[in-house]
């Protein structure tokens, strides 16, 4: 069945965390707190993960650009829909020969004799 609205069931609304401020924050800007939290998450998501980070910059040109999708239809698709829609565009990814390829290949082609000199 499709989602109903193009939405999932936790995109709904605000948060009750959202709407409250601690008693704290009363004296402090908005955009403050914004900048802690995303230092924060930031350094703790390079410190938990070894993987690089998402490339938003060439999804985005890939997306806008290529597809030509729209900024609403972009932002909506799963990484997993990206990857898809990249594969039609450019053919799967194809992985290094095994060592059985290569070597085959090198029996098939074989490179004239060399002297070294």
Request: proline fraction near 8%; glycine fraction near 12%; charged fraction near 25%.
């Amino acid at each position: 069945m499709g989602r109903a609205c193009g939405l999932c069931a936790d995109r709904g609304g605000a948060s009750r965390r959202d709407l409250w401020r601690r008693a704290g924050d009363a004296d402090r800007k908005p955009s403050e707190a914004a900048g802690r939290l995303k230092a924060r998450s930031e350094t703790a998501a390079h410190a938990s993960s070894p993987r690089a980070p998402f490339p938003f910059s060439r999804a985005m040109a890939f997306g806008l650009g290529v597809l030509r999708l729209a900024p609403a239809d972009f932002w909506t698709m799963t990484p997993r829909e990206l990857q898809a829609a990249a594969e039609g565009v450019y053919g799967r990814l194809v992985g290094p020969p095994t060592r059985a390829a290569l070597d085959a290949l090198m029996r098939a082609h074989p490179d004239g004799s060399h002297t070294d000199g």
